[in-house]
């Protein structure tokens, strides 16, 4: 007997629980699928605004290539500007300008070269 209700508890419990998850799987399903619909919302509105040559948030704007007239040797700098390479009398690398005026030397057009380490 003892068999024939453990079996018949088990049932009990096992519809309980079939009829909670079922509820419980209908309403993560649909919360699944709304956060889905709103990241490929965001996702195909940035791919449109990338598209129409729009910035992105928080992006800083493309600097306008323009005439130099100050340049300061850092480990930020990525190419020698051609007025330094003619006050330098040919220095065209950054680390050979570095090596010879030292980090943060500053360029400037119309003024002397500033003083060698």
Do not use: C, H
Not at 12 to 23: D, G, L, Q, S
Not at 78 to 101: C, H, M, Q, S, W
């Amino acid at each position: 007997m003892a068999r024939t209700a453990a079996a018949s508890i088990d049932d009990v419990i096992r519809n309980a629980m079939e009829k909670v998850m079922k509820r419980v799987s209908a309403q993560i399903a649909r919360a699944m699928a709304d956060v889905a619909s709103r990241q490929i919302d965001e996702e195909i509105g940035r791919a449109l605004a990338r598209g129409r040559g729009r910035a992105k948030p928080g992006a800083r704007p493309a600097r306008r290539a323009g005439d130099i007239n100050r340049w300061v040797a850092d480990r930020r700098a990525r190419r020698v500007p051609k007025f330094v390479i003619e006050l330098t009398n040919g220095l065209d690398t950054k680390k050979k300008i570095v090596a010879r005026y030292g980090e943060g030397a500053v360029f400037e057009k119309g003024k002397p070269l500033p003083k060698a380490k």
